[in-house]
C-alpha cells in the first residue's frame, strides 16, 4: 500500500512538472512571437521609410523634367503649342474643372 500512495505522490509531482513545462515554453512562444513582431513592424517601418524617400525623390525629378521641357518648348517658340503641363491637367480634371471629353465638343 506505501508504494501505491507513494506512486500517486510521484504522478502528481509528474503532472506538476508538466505544467511548469507547458507554462515555460508558452512563455518562451509568446516571447519568440513578440519579438518576431518587433522585427516585422522594424522592417516594414525602414521598407515604409525608403518607399516614401524614393517617392519624394521621383517627385523632384519630374519636376524638374518639367521645368526642363518648358525651358525647351519657350526656346523653340513652341509655347502656344502647349497651354498647360500634363500635371496641371491631370490636377483640373481631378478636380472636375475640366475634362478632355467637355472640352472636345
Known amino acids: 500500500m506505501e508504494s501505491s500512495g507513494h506512486g500517486q505522490g510521484g ?22 512571437v513578440q519579438n518576431l513582431l518587433l522585427q516585422m513592424q522594424t ?3 525602414t521598407m515604409s521609410e525608403s518607399i516614401i524617400t524614393k517617392i519624394d525623390e521621383m517627385g523632384s525629378r519630374i519636376d524638374e523634367l ?4 518648358g525651358e525647351l518648348v519657350k526656346e523653340t517658340g513652341h509655347a ?5 503641363s500634363p500635371s496641371q491637367s491631370s490636377y483640373q480634371e481631378l478636380r ?10
Open 11 to 32: 504522478g502528481g509531482q509528474g503532472q506538476h512538472d508538466g505544467a511548469d513545462a507547458s507554462s515555460q515554453k508558452t512563455a518562451d512562444l509568446t516571447a519568440f
Open 43 to 45: 522592417r516594414f517601418q
Open 66 to 69: 518639367e521645368r526642363s521641357i
Open 80 to 84: 502656344d503649342a502647349i497651354s498647360a
Open 96 to 105: 472636375g474643372g475640366g475634362s478632355s471629353a467637355k472640352d472636345s465638343r
